[in-house]
């Protein structure tokens, strides 16, 4: 067997066995043959019991006073009723008084111990202690050994000790297996975990202990992320109960599989098993994940009803829902859970932070929060704190939070880099993505595959592919959200061949692709009209994966079928849908007869949003867009109207370039940059040039009933062409102009751009809402299909 050399202690502990043989061990019969001790004990087993472990001490120390000696069934009750309430300091002030006791150990009171000094978390003393019993170790001191190691972190010694357990002859329990197949329940572990799997199955622990076929079904869900297996496990355990049950939702909602994680959940309740906290939490993370709101409110009357709504880790989980169901009065729910929370931790702080950061246009918000959570004293930020902050300043270059990030006290590990890269992400700001990277490197999370992952999604979402596949490539241990996050890449620049080919070698590489794995594939297809491929990879989802497709990939087939112009088509395929569609998809088809001029099937799924969701206000400005395109000016001011009256609110239009002195934001008309002046004038020259070499403005795209010559204004005034102006005089000729903007790019500025490109022989990147256009010498990456 493989020995391990463990550290000295980092304490000082008391000896366990007398020193000085010279001393002699006093008898407990002694003891009991005093009359005055016989009330003493029953008073000290008493409070040991009722958990009155001070008590209990001081009733140790008259005993000691009075020059007699306790047994060491008393001292092994003091030992468990301290194990029992989490009294470790004063269990080890009765470790103490029992070595200066020089009673012989024997392997109870050795293994309370052990059981003691694991639980606080000391596992360097309890393998001393465990180490120094010899012969007096019994399959209850290796079941205490292995558990203690496998909870404080040291799973393979946990492994190795449970193999020497069987090298020396002791037959393992239930516990032992538990305890050991947990070990193993990592991804580096998991291998060895089959040895002890064919153990289990031959002695019929699986069968006998549910406690085993728990840590054998986190041993495949887990350490081998194959929820098939774990699924059949489970199926095949003749006893469930509620952990077990909670186990596989659990699984299923943190693997990206939230819809069966709910249907488990259903099976579970009908089953008629009662749900617990940790059942209750997962399952509102994955009505988080699919947005299923009203199914989450079902699930908060249920907590109130089982009288969990004050417990924090459901709270949190409540808070999270309502925040990521973003419908109109969800986050307000989100904050009224909060508020009503007796006790926040920083899981329901960071929860409504973010919930206030995603809600877009609440930025001010969250950050309140922040300083209200700083102000209070009671919880400090972590890294997922900092992360929604970077978000929610919309500006990674920001001195004053880049001080708070600096001087946090936090170790920066993955994490922190992860989240720290995500942000840049979320802004496009890839000067400071590679300034992140280089910081990285120098820290030497290189080959981290979780910030590796980060590092692809940052270059690509920042416009730069090309260094996202440099990412890819040198990336050697690759899981399925590296691929994934290549794919989008890809699907995103609308390179979809390259998307596909990726996907291919994915597949070729032995790895599973998951749900978001075909969101990315059907989304490549949409962006360059690929309705055979589409469909071919839409049907694969089940026949060769095993993968219900979504109400996701749902909607990626009707913006296919949307764009392609099979309007008809689209709509005959969402009535054929196995649930009724969501806003979101009928506002994809809305937004596909917006681009095809189809008044009367954008009429209807205008009525179909607006049943759902009477308040969505994206419904309201694509109906009314549709009109204005058509010249059906009552029409779209009716509409307009409609949202007054409704106290509905556009979402305004911005767009925004990173140079090397930060991000600098735009709105349409904008004069309030310190450089408006230079920026209007080099607008002025721009539109002379493109003029001169064939641009045509496109007052079309002027959704207002106005005079020719004002709407030519109007389209020089828009967000993108303001930017780019700003990105031509910050920018020195060689550097690739990178554009992001919030709202889909407007027809009139993506020709526009496509001109000024080829003008000033600058390459332009621009990111909306949909997509990424690379545009060069007068083309777009696109090919004007977007």
């Known amino acids: 067997m493989i020995s391990l050399s463990l550290p000295s202690p980092a304490k000082l502990v008391p000896p366990l066995l007398p020193t000085s043989p010279s001393h002699q061990k006093p008898s407990s019969s002694q003891s009991l043959k005093n009359p005055s001790f016989e009330p003493l004990k029953d008073r000290l087993i008493r409070q040991a019991n009722e958990g009155n472990i001070r008590q209990a001490i001081s009733t140790l120390d008259r005993i000691a006073q009075l020059g007699l000696t306790p ?58 202690i465990f180490e120094d019993m010899g012969e007096k170790k019994d399959l209850v001191s290796w079941s205490a050994m292995i558990s203690c190691l496998t909870h404080s972190g040291m799973e393979l010694e946990a492994i190795f000790t449970f193999f020497d357990m069987v090298q020396s002859g002791e037959y393992p329990n239930q516990f032992c297996f538990s305890a050991a197949i947990q070990a193993c329940s990592n991804v580096d572990n998991a291998w060895i975990g089959i040895v002890i799997f064919g153990f289990v199955i031959k002695t019929g622990y699986f069968e006998s202990d549910v406690c085993v076929g728990c840590a054998l079904i986190d041993l495949f869900s887990k350490g081998f992320s194959d929820l098939n297996s774990a699924k059949k496990l489970f199926d095949k355990m003749p006893e469930r109960n509620s952990v077990s049950w909670t186990l596989m939702i659990t699984r299923y909602s943190q693997l990206g599989q939230p819809r069966t994680a709910i249907e488990m959940f259903l099976d579970m309740v009908f089953s008629g098993f009662t749900p617990d906290r940790f059942t209750f939490s997962s399952i509102l993370s994955s009505c988080s994940g699919m947005g299923f709101l009203f199914l989450g409110k079902q699930l908060h009357c249920r907590v109130i009803k089982s009288r969990l709504s004050e417990d924090v880790c459901v709270g949190c989980s409540l808070v999270d829902m309502y925040a990521k169901c973003v419908v109109p009065g969800s986050l307000n729910d989100s904050r009224k859970v909060f508020d009503h929370m007796p006790d926040h931790n920083i899981m329901s702080w960071t929860a409504i932070i973010n919930g206030y950061v995603q809600s877009g246009g609440k930025d001010g918000e969250a950050l309140e929060l922040y300083c209200k959570m700083i102000d209070e004293g ?49 802004i496009g700001a890839g000067g400071k993505g590679e300034q992140i990277h280089s910081r990285l490197l120098k820290s030497g999370f290189q080959a981290n595959q979780c910030v590796c992952n980060a590092l692809v999604s940052m270059y690509s979402r920042c416009g730069n592919i090309e260094a996202a596949y440099q990412t890819f ?135 179909m949003i607006l049943e759902q969701d009477p308040n969505d206000p994206a419904a309201y400005i694509l109906l009314s867009n549709l009109y204005a395109s058509m010249g059906q000016w009552e029409d779209a001011v009716q509409i307009r109207k409609s949202m007054k009256e409704r106290k509905l609110v556009k979402e305004a239009g911005c767009s925004w370039i990173e140079t090397e002195n930060g991000v600098h934001k735009f709105y349409v008309g904008d004069s309030k940059h310190p450089q408006a002046k230079e920026i209007y004038e080099e607008l002025d020259r721009l539109a002379l040039k493109i003029k001169e070499i064939g641009y045509v403005p496109d007052t079309d795209f002027v959704l207002h009933d106005v005079e020719e010559e004002l709407k030519e204004r109007y389209l020089f ?70």
């Open 71 to 128: 047994d060491l069934t008393s001292y092994s009750l003091l030992l468990k009723s301290c194990i029992r309430t989490r009294n470790f300091d004063l269990g080890k002030l009765v470790h103490i008084k029992l070595t200066d006791s020089r009673l012989e150990l024997d392997s109870v009171a050795l293994n309370s111990l052990i059981s003691l000094y694991s639980k606080c978390g000391d596992w360097v003393t309890a393998k001393s």
């Open 378 to 426: 009671r919880v400090l930020p972590n890294h997922f704190t900092f992360s929604s902050l970077l978000k929610a300043c919309g500006n990674l270059s920001n001195p004053e939070l880049g001080v708070q990030i600096e001087d946090s006290g936090f170790e920066v590990d993955a994490f922190t880099f992860a989240s720290l890269l995500s942000g840049a992400a979320s």
């Open 473 to 607: 490539k040198e990336l050697e241990d690759r899981n399925v959200v590296s691929w994934t996050s290549m794919i989008t890449g890809y699907a995103k620049h609308g390179f979809a061949k390259r998307a596909l080919e990726m996907f291919h070698q994915m597949l070729e590489a032995g790895m599973q692709p998951n749900e978001v794995t075909y969101i990315a594939v059907l989304s490549a297809c949409s962006h360059v009209g690929m309705v055979d491929e589409g469909w071919k990879h839409f049907n694969s989802m089940s026949n060769e994966h095993g993968i219900s497709p979504r109400m996701e990939h749902y909607g990626c087939m009707v913006d296919l079928l949307g764009r392609s112009g099979f309007l008809e088509k689209a709509v005959q395929f969402i009535y054929s849908m196995p649930f009724k569609a969501d806003a979101l998809v009928w506002r994809t088809l809305l937004g596909a007869c917006r681009v095809h001029a189809n008044t009367e099937l954008g009429k209807h799924a205008a009525k």
């Open 717 to 786: 005034q828009h967000s993108e062409k303001i930017a780019v102006a700003f990105g031509l005089i910050s920018t020195s000729r060689p550097k690739t102009i990178r554009i992001f903007k919030n709202l889909r790019v407007c027809g009139d500025c993506h020709t526009a751009l496509k001109y000024i490109s080829k003008a000033t022989g600058r390459e332009i990147v621009v990111r909306d809402s949909n997509r990424f256009h690379h545009i060069r010498d007068g083309a777009c990456s696109c090919s004007d299909y977007w």
